[in-house]
Nanobody, 127 residues
């Protein structure tokens, strides 16, 4: 089991920045690729960003490419999502997830590849 706890959400003005953190506990964090997803009320959860367990590969949704950056610190068992140039449409709940992968350079972009999920953190961007 891997337990994930997100933090760092909140209220920010359009154009501002936030950094989300996801702290992992349980099994070896470095053996898991990590991802961020988001979900608006009444909509399906969508992929935001992912990072391989080696940290050497990343993937982003087109909607956040160039604005968001995913990173990880395996020594701290933590993955981050730096969000810049935030827009009102970024207002949703963000979820952290962990995927057991066997390729060190693979950053999974699909929800079904993830086994463990956090409870989510709300991000609200005011216009």
């Amino acid at each position: 089991q891997v337990q994930l706890v997100e933090s760092g959400g909140g209220l920010v003005q359009a154009g501002g920045s936030l950094r989300l953190s996801c702290a992992a506990s349980g099994r070896t964090f470095s053996g898991y690729a990590m991802g961020w997803f988001r979900q608006a009320p009444g909509k399906e959860r969508e992929f935001v960003a992912a990072i391989s367990w080696s940290g050497g590969s990343t993937a982003y949704a087109d909607s956040v490419k160039g604005r968001f950056t995913i990173s990880r610190d395996n020594a701290k068992n933590t993955v981050y999502l730096q969000m810049n140039s935030l827009k009102p449409e970024d207002t949703v709940v963000y979820y952290c997830a962990a995927a057991r992968t066997f390729r060190s350079a693979y950053a999974p972009p699909h929800e079904y590849e993830y086994t463990f999920w956090g409870q989510g953190t709300q991000v609200t961007v005011s216009s």
